[in-house]
């Protein structure tokens, strides 16, 4: 009997434990439970509790750059900033405590966000004259990086950034068709406009091609001419259908994914990709034969 395609809490799991190492048994064995085991009762306790912190965190950051707001409950925020710091900073000590490849984790993307979730406040309180070599309002702006923190702890995020994985060659293809596009058709807004309707230099007409391409149009800089005012047309309309474009790619792929036709786990020997149909005798990638599943 085929056995049933992992969910992604269960994949996103299995993926920790195979590349950071899970302790056998101890206290460590549990603390890894809870803090990356989402689906156990400990581990949806731990993610509500933290998304909630940093959900509160990422307000006190933001309340604390209004001016009236600070005057008024300065030493409040300041105390919750202390905080959510310590909490944050636990949070970080007990997730590399309680795995086999500590550095591995501190060396990947969820390992950096954490880190840079409590590095500023300490900077701040280490170097005071840090605005000499650093301007006050970057450390308060990292601070704001604890927002992507949720993406550990919501595992929809896991599967959205699959679909972007799986989709990247199509999106890069379609990204670079647009911008030849959108760098021909500046080229000759410029050769039509002219510097006298402010199309000053081919960079500057191209600027212009993409606030328009995107539907945005700033009015900066606008056609004069019938001819660039049916091409500006035109480009409107082929803005609409080329947003478009992405969502369906994306869309695609997280349906694949949602209906369980890849395979936790299936790898390319050859390539290394992982977006292999089940059914799949040759990579799509490289074109290397697979091995039977």
């Known amino acids: 009997m085929k056995a049933a395609p992992l969910t992604p809490q ?37 993610d509500l509790v933290l998304i909630v912190a940093i959900l509160i965190s990422v307000t006190v950051v933001v309340l604390s750059s209004v001016a009236s707001v600070a005057a008024r409950h300065g030493a409040l925020l300041l105390g919750l900033e202390w905080f959510f710091t310590f ?20 060396r ?48 929809e995020y896991t599967m959205l950034g699959r679909a972007l994985l799986a989709s990247r060659r199509k999106i890069l293809i379609f990204l670079s068709v647009v911008m030849m596009i959108v760098f021909l058709l500046g080229t000759v807004m ?44 035109l480009m409107m309309l082929l803005g609409w259908g080329i947003l478009a474009v992405p969502t369906g790619i994306i869309s695609a792929e997280m349906t694949v994914q949602r209906g369980g036709r890849q395979q936790a786990g299936r790898r390319c020997p050859g390539c290394g990709e992982r977006d292999i149909d089940d059914d799949a005798n040759y990579c799509k990638h490289c074109g290397d034969s697979l091995p039977t599943p």
């Open 108 to 155: 990947s993307f969820f390992g950096i966000i954490d880190l840079l979730a409590i590095v500023p406040t300490y900077v701040g309180l280490l170097l005071p004259g840090a605005h000499v070599l650093i301007d006050v309002r970057i450390l308060r702006l990292l601070r704001m990086f604890r927002i992507l923190k949720l993406t550990s702890y919501v595992h």
């Open 190 to 233: 410029y050769v039509v406009e002219g510097p006298q309707n402010g199309f000053s230099s081919i960079p500057t007409s191209i600027y212009w091609a993409i606030s328009t391409m995107t539907t945005v149009g700033f009015g900066d800089i606008t056609p004069k001419t019938d001819i660039g005012r049916t091409i500006a047309s």
């Open 10 to 46: 269960q994949r996103s799991a299995q993926e920790a434990q195979q590349r950071y190492g899970k302790p056998e048994a101890g206290w460590r064995a549990h603390m890894y439970n809870v803090i990356f085991e989402s689906e156990t009762r400990a581990g949806r306790a731990f």
């Open 87 to 106: 909490l944050f900073t636990a949070e970080y000590l007990a997730r590399l405590s309680c795995l086999q490849h500590p550095v591995r984790y501190a």
